[in-house]
């Protein structure tokens, strides 16, 4: 008979929708409404993991975002699997598949649990004092096998089928959690007409008041009271109303992210929905309103299945109509408990006994005994049997001196158990507000703000119902206000038959067991047990930031919710301090586990990263062109023909542009428009060259120093009229030449009129070099005079092509005849055809950036960047001749005259050619004087690029060498592994040293 | 993420802006510079633990530079003004900052 835990009626969940579920195999039923937890319950079923170390039986703790034990797998298919999921806040759906974690064969024999036999070995910091030598065992033994044994669940192998959305929100006021006060507050704030973004991160709002059924607000029900403040504010259309919804990270300035989950728990989610929505909300004003944690009870053996937090027991009971056994003990130092004890005796469940540390009880001590249940007051659990689940309970009393006296068994196959609440911290004291330590309750409670925030209820501390409401609705009205509305201010609830859950213990409680043998868990998902947090200190620990990592205690996925202030009180024992002088370690994001799938977002495959084509990209791709990715640009590398290698591709368009006509895509150079009445003087002080004289339609290599005088980018820049330029950059430095132009634009000099625009990507640039290159291009351009005499080397003329408005550049990076010709971009392919058909016709070819990188190289073109560093100045690079010597200030020139920058023994750029002219260098090689250096010799300087060069016949490279310009002539060496690469040290220039080809 | 106010587009996200170091160190001229001096305004920067007034770039809005004072601790932005605009006293930002601190502290 399935379902044999379930109460008759009551409850939250609707009984007319059985769903139907797996968990480890075995077929079970619940009701839509149910958590996988509560369905387990209601099925009698309380074993569902196995502990992290000691592989120990574990059961349901907790009812909500806290559970240290059930976690669980849920599967849709092997893609959609997600570990590591508390069953507690799982919904169940028709068919779902739930797997528990970390036990090998199965839950009821798991072959590790030998462990928990070897516990004595396995004390703090027991990795680190066993596994030391031999220290390569590390990753390959030890670390491996020790993963497999204390594991979590599996990642699935597959990539994630779901999609993931991101939605930017605003509003006046945020309020994280929807229990008594965020419902207040969200009232009060929705009243002052506020934009209002309500979230919790239960598929139902209410908080406590779902679990109550005894308290009254203004004369209604508390369940009733929440339902009818949810539909008001569900139907208002300036509040978001947002369940299954977590607040995970408070960043600055109010910036908060939340992670709504849209259809895990759907049994078919439509294909049309995104799994989950990341939230990054900016709020004016922020109302936290996050509750509280009730706390264990650290008494031997308070782990095995069977044993759950009092509150949670009453919580299954009230909201989905099930018993947590049918013979349950109560062990507390809180008032709740007795709320939960009187509500399942209530309900007919058998309660032995309550045990109440307290030595006086509590204000319902009174209340059980007239129910008719037994407590003990001075009472404390001494440990607890049962193999898979509790079966007995034992308890003494404690005596004046601190010792404790055993008293009895109790029978039982359950027990709850409740220490106290912890206010949930953990967005306040992310928005790096200062908690602060209440020493009369021993909490710790928000203090100063860092932001515009506020909390209310439980997480601020405050307890009975009532101050909730109150506090709640004045909470929101303070935000609405401090948002800049206008408010109707404050109010006062009335309740009735409510319980102010007064009463806590921290720490590990007394007993009569040898204290060397017995388990009192406080962490429970990480198997840290009290004995190990006092070992830790003993060993030396002091801050609890230490025994933390020491004893891995509060850092599980859980980060210690349930743990980490009875760690903090017994190290606080241990070291004889009180609780604040210890300390609290930090709270950090994600309050629960979060999906990489949310970060990641649409950021995946080809939206991972912006990629950037010119114009001509997809007419490459058909001509079968290999492409490079140089930023976020795809450029042509190289066109190899059928069966043709990378080699002999290149070598053949190198032959090509020397020998007839080659084109080429130059469009991703950065390009951008100076314009202004002050554009010359502008230029004339940017770059180191002089500008001023530079006529209208001419051309000038520039280069660009920052003021520390090292070379920061060139480019050709040409004079287009009187008061604009053309500029170009290196495909990289675009950006930043733009912003190093702009910063001295509008802060430097801000007396200019000169105006930036960046044009990379309005013009489409074919560059066609090669003897050939007039004869190609000449029948195309109209309105413009190619010859010799009329436009020389370095000239830029304004015309068209083929009836398009073109910058015809008479330039070269090949050292050959050459021109640019810019089009705007829509053009770009339909001219590249045409300019392409006039030069296959006349025997060239089109070629690609690996090309373009060998024939520059050839010349000794210098790239900047590949060639430079940073460090380099431009007379180092060879290319002082265009400092402007006689300016009065140019952006270089003070850093130039630096006397550490004109001591010799400076990097210089050398051309370097093999002794074997068929080994090719690699670049970023080191050069050294002797072929076999002493260990530790210093290098003399590097190669920066080598080619082999076809139309030379041998390798060429690029180098900076000190001295370098000195040493012509001598032979260096580049040491390899496989043995030193002789080399002469030659001019840079290796092709055409007179540059006859470039004006012919 | 911080919230900026940029001095010409009001309150806009961190990412729109680029932080370009620290403000108010001129631009030495060529002549009559020592290489101490050039190698201070190169490389030497204050670095404080509190008020800092820096250089910032709207540079996925409107572009413009402006300057900003911030504490280096907290994060938070005390005041933003346009280039050329005189450097903040800091010493009196920081007494107002304190003051306030100290107010707030004693309000609870």
Same mark, same amino acid.
């Given at each position: 008979m399935s379902q044999t835990f379930r109460r008759p009626e009551g409850g939250r969940i609707k009984r007319n929708k059985p769903v139907a579920f797996r968990f480890d195999g075995r077929a079970l039923t619940g009701y839509e409404g149910d958590t996988l937890a509560s369905a387990l319950l209601a099925n009698g079923v309380?074993?569902?993991?196995?502990?992290?170390?000691?592989?120990?039986?574990?059961?349901?703790?907790?009812?909500?975002?806290?559970?240290?034990?059930?976690?669980?797998?849920?599967?849709?298919?092997?893609?959609?699997?997600?570990?590591?999921?508390?069953?507690?806040?799982?919904?169940?759906?028709?068919?779902?598949?739930?797997?528990?974690?970390?036990?090998?064969?199965?839950?009821?024999?798991?072959?590790?649990?030998?462990?928990?036999?070897?516990?004595?070995?396995?004390?703090?910091?027991?990795?680190?004092?066993?596994?030391?030598?031999?220290?390569?065992?590390?990753?390959?033994?030890?670390?491996?096998?020790?993963?497999?044994?204390?594991?979590?669940?599996?990642?699935?192998?597959?990539?994630?089928p779901d999609r993931y959305q991101s939605r930017f929100a605003h509003c006046d006021v945020l309020v994280i959690g929807a229990g008594p006060a965020g419902l207040a507050a969200a009232l009060a704030a929705m009243e002052s007409g506020a934009r209002v973004i309500l979230c919790d991160e239960q598929a139902e709002?209410?908080?406590?008041?779902?679990?109550?059924?005894?308290?009254?607000?203004?004369?209604?029900?508390?369940?009733?009271?929440?339902?009818?403040?949810?539909?008001?504010?569900?139907?208002?259309?300036?509040?978001?109303?947002?369940?299954?919804?977590?607040?995970?990270?408070?960043?600055?300035?109010?910036?908060?992210?939340?992670?709504?989950?849209?259809?895990?728990?759907?049994?078919?989610?439509?294909?049309?929905?995104?799994?989950?929505?990341?939230?990054?909300?900016?709020?004016?004003?922020?109302?936290?309103?996050?509750?509280?944690?009730?706390?264990?009870?650290?008494?031997?053996?308070?782990?095995?299945?069977?044993?759950?937090?009092?509150?949670?027991?009453?919580?299954?009971?009230?909201?989905?109509?099930?018993?947590?056994?049918?013979?349950?003990?109560?062990?507390?130092?809180?008032?709740?408990?007795?709320?939960?004890?009187?509500?399942?005796?209530?309900?007919?469940?058998?309660?032995?006994?309550?045990?109440?540390?307290?030595?006086?009880?509590?204000?319902?001590?009174?209340?059980?005994?007239?129910?008719?249940?037994?407590?003990?007051?001075?009472?404390?659990?001494?440990?607890?049997?049962?193999?898979?689940?509790?079966?007995?309970?034992?308890?003494?009393?404690?005596?004046?001196?601190?010792?404790?006296?055993?008293?009895?068994?109790?029978?039982?196959?359950?027990?709850?158990?409740?220490?106290?609440?912890?206010?949930?911290?953990?967005?306040f004291s992310q928005s790096r507000g200062k908690l602060r330590y209440e020493e009369v309750t021993g909490r710790y409670l928000p203090g100063r703000s860092a932001e515009h925030e506020r909390s209310a209820g439980a997480c601020n501390g405050t307890m009975a119902l009532g101050a909730v409401l109150d506090e709640g609705y004045a909470a929101g009205e303070n935000a609405a206000r401090a948002a800049g509305l206008?408010?109707?201010?404050?109010?006062?609830?009335?309740?009735?038959?409510?319980?102010?859950?007064?009463?806590?213990?921290?720490?590990?409680?007394?007993?009569?067991?040898?204290?060397?043998?017995?388990?009192?868990?406080?962490?429970?998902?990480?198997?840290?047990?009290?004995?190990?947090i006092k070992l830790a200190v003993r060993e030396g620990f002091r801050s609890i930031e230490h025994v933390k990592?020491?004893?891995?205690?509060?850092?599980?996925?859980?980060?210690?919710?349930?743990?980490?202030?009875?760690?903090?009180?017994?190290?606080?024992?241990?070291?004889?301090?009180?609780?604040?002088?210890?300390?609290?370690?930090?709270?950090?994001?994600?309050?629960?586990?979060?999906?990489?799938?949310?970060?990641?977002?649409?950021?995946?495959?080809?939206?991972?990263?912006?990629?950037?084509?010119?114009?001509?990209?997809?007419?490459?791709?058909?001509?079968?062109?290999?492409?490079?990715?140089?930023?976020?640009?795809?450029?042509?590398?190289?066109?190899?023909?059928?069966?043709?290698?990378?080699?002999?591709?290149?070598?053949?368009?190198?032959?090509?542009?020397?020998?007839?006509?080659?084109?080429?895509?130059?469009?991703?150079?950065?390009?951008?428009?100076?314009?202004?009445?002050?554009?010359?003087?502008?230029?004339h002080r940017i770059y180191v060259n002089p500008f001023l004289k530079l006529e209208v339609g001419r051309c000038r290599y520039g280069i660009m120093c920052r003021d520390d005088g090292f070379v920061y980018d060139d480019g050709v820049v040409g004079r287009i009229a009187a008061d604009r330029f053309h500029v170009t950059t290196t495909t990289g430095g675009a950006p930043r030449v733009l912003s190093h132009m702009e910063d001295y634009l509008q802060t430097e000099w801000t007396d200019l009129k000169v105006w930036l625009t960046s044009t990379t990507e309005q013009w489409a640039v074919i560059a066609v070099q090669g003897p050939k290159a007039r004869e190609a291009i000449a029948p195309l351009i109209e309105g413009i005079d190619l010859s010799k005499a009329a436009m020389p080397h370095m000239s830029v003329r304004m015309g068209t092509i083929l009836g398009v408005p073109c910058r015809l550049f008479r330039m070269s990076f090949t050292g050959e005849l050459g021109f640019e010709i810019n089009v705007p971009a829509a053009y770009g392919k339909a001219i590249w055809e045409a300019v392409h058909a006039r030069v296959v016709a006349l025997g060239g070819c089109p070629y690609g950036t690996e090309a373009m990188h060998v024939l520059r190289a050839e010349k000794g073109y210098i790239i900047v960047g590949q060639d430079t560093d940073g460090t380099v100045t431009p007379d180092e690079a060879g290319v002082g001749w265009a400092v402007g010597k006689s300016k009065p200030d140019f952006v270089g020139k003070r850093g130039l005259a630096r006397a550490d920058l004109l001591k010799p023994g400076r990097t210089q750029l050398v051309g370097l050619a093999t002794v074997d002219p068929k080994v090719v260098l690699e670049e970023g090689a080191q050069i050294t004087p002797d072929a076999d250096p002493a260990p530790r010799t210093h290098a003399i300087g590097h190669v920066t690029s080598a080619y082999h060069s076809a139309v030379l016949g041998r390798s060429i490279a690029l180098a900076m060498v000190e001295r370098g310009r000195s040493r012509l002539g001598e032979t260096l060496h580049v040491p390899m592994p496989g043995g030193a690469i002789a080399v002469t040290v030659v001019d840079p220039v290796f092709y055409d040293k007179e540059g006859g080809r470039l004006d012919p | 993420m911080l919230l900026?106010?940029?001095?010409?587009?009001? +309150?806009?996200?961190? =990412?729109?802006? /680029?932080?370009?170091?620290?403000?108010?160190? $001129? !631009?030495?001229?060529?002549?009559?510079?020592?290489?101490?001096?050039?190698?201070?305004?190169?490389?030497?920067?204050?670095? +404080?633990?509190?008020? =800092?007034?820096? /250089?910032?770039?709207?540079?996925?809005?409107? $572009? !413009?530079?402006?300057?900003?004072?911030?504490?280096?601790?907290?994060?938070?932005?005390?005041?933003?003004?346009?280039v050329g605009a005189p450097k903040p006293d800091l010493a009196a930002l920081a007494a107002d900052l304190a003051a306030d601190l100290a107010a707030r502290e004693a309000g609870r």
């Open positions: 309380h074993l569902v993991g196995r502990s992290f170390k000691y592989h120990r039986p574990r059961g349901i703790l907790t009812a909500g975002a806290e559970e240290p034990n059930a976690l669980v797998t849920v599967s849709r298919d092997a893609a959609r699997s997600t570990p590591n999921l508390r069953a507690t806040q799982v919904e169940i759906y028709e068919g779902m598949t739930a797997e528990s974690q970390n036990r090998w064969p199965s839950l009821a024999f798991d072959a590790s649990a030998v462990n928990d036999l070897l516990s004595p070995i396995f004390v703090s910091g027991f990795y680190y004092k066993t596994f030391m030598w031999p220290a390569k065992f590390w990753t390959s033994v030890y670390e491996p096998r020790i993963r497999a044994a204390a594991g979590l669940g599996k990642a699935p192998e597959l990539p994630d709002m209410g908080g406590s008041l779902l679990s109550d059924p005894d308290v009254t607000i203004e004369g209604q029900s508390g369940r009733q009271w929440s339902t009818d403040v949810i539909m008001a504010l569900a139907l208002s259309d300036r509040v978001t109303c947002l369940t299954r919804t977590t607040a995970f990270g408070y960043f600055a300035d109010n910036f908060v992210a939340l992670a709504e989950r849209i259809t895990d728990h759907m049994a078919t989610p439509p294909a049309s929905s995104p799994r989950e929505r990341l939230w990054q909300v900016r709020a004016k004003q922020v109302v936290i309103a996050t509750g509280a944690l009730e706390r264990p009870l650290v008494f031997p053996e308070n782990d095995r299945p069977g044993i759950l937090f009092a509150d949670a027991a009453r919580t299954y009971l009230n909201r989905y109509g099930v018993m947590a056994g049918r013979k349950t003990v109560v062990a507390t130092a809180c008032d709740s408990a007795y709320l939960a004890a009187l509500d399942l005796h209530r309900a007919g469940v058998e309660v032995p006994a309550i045990l109440d540390i307290r030595r006086e009880g509590g204000a319902l001590t009174a209340a059980a005994r007239a129910a008719g249940i037994r407590v003990e007051t001075g009472a404390t659990v001494t440990g607890t049997r049962g193999r898979l689940r509790v079966a007995s309970v034992e308890f003494g009393h404690v005596q004046a001196d601190g010792s404790v006296r055993h008293d009895a068994v109790l029978p039982c196959d359950s027990l709850l158990m409740s220490g106290g609440w912890t206010p949930t911290l953990h967005m206008a408010t109707r201010g404050t109010k006062t609830f009335a309740v009735a038959g409510a319980t102010t859950p007064d009463g806590q213990v921290l720490g590990a409680l007394p007993h009569d067991r040898n204290p060397g043998r017995v388990k009192a868990f406080v962490d429970f998902q990480h198997d840290v047990t009290a004995k190990d990592r020491y004893t891995t205690t509060g850092m599980a996925t859980d980060q210690g919710k349930t743990s980490n202030m009875n760690a903090l009180a017994i190290a606080a024992g241990a070291l004889d301090k009180p609780i604040p002088a210890v300390g609290l370690t930090t709270f950090r994001m994600p309050y629960t586990p979060t999906t990489f799938g949310i970060f990641a977002n649409t950021s995946r495959g080809d939206l991972f990263d912006p990629v950037r084509r010119t114009s001509t990209h997809d007419w490459a791709a058909a001509a079968g062109a290999e492409f490079e990715n140089v930023g976020m640009w795809k450029r042509a590398w190289y066109f190899p023909r059928q069966g043709e290698s990378m080699h002999a591709a290149v070598d053949r368009e190198c032959r090509t542009v020397r020998a007839a006509v080659g084109i080429f895509d130059a469009s991703t150079l950065g390009k951008i428009e100076v314009v202004g009445p002050d554009a010359a003087e502008f230029m | 900026i106010t940029c001095p010409i587009c009001g +309150p806009r996200p961190e =990412i729109e802006f /680029r932080n370009m170091g620290e403000a108010h160190i $001129a !631009r030495p001229t060529p002549e009559g510079t020592s290489d101490d001096d050039m190698a201070a305004f190169l490389y030497l920067r204050s670095n +404080p633990k509190g008020l =800092i007034a820096e /250089r910032w770039r709207h540079v996925h809005g409107c $572009a !413009r530079f402006f300057n900003a004072v911030r504490h280096t601790v907290t994060d938070k932005f005390v005041t933003v003004y346009e």
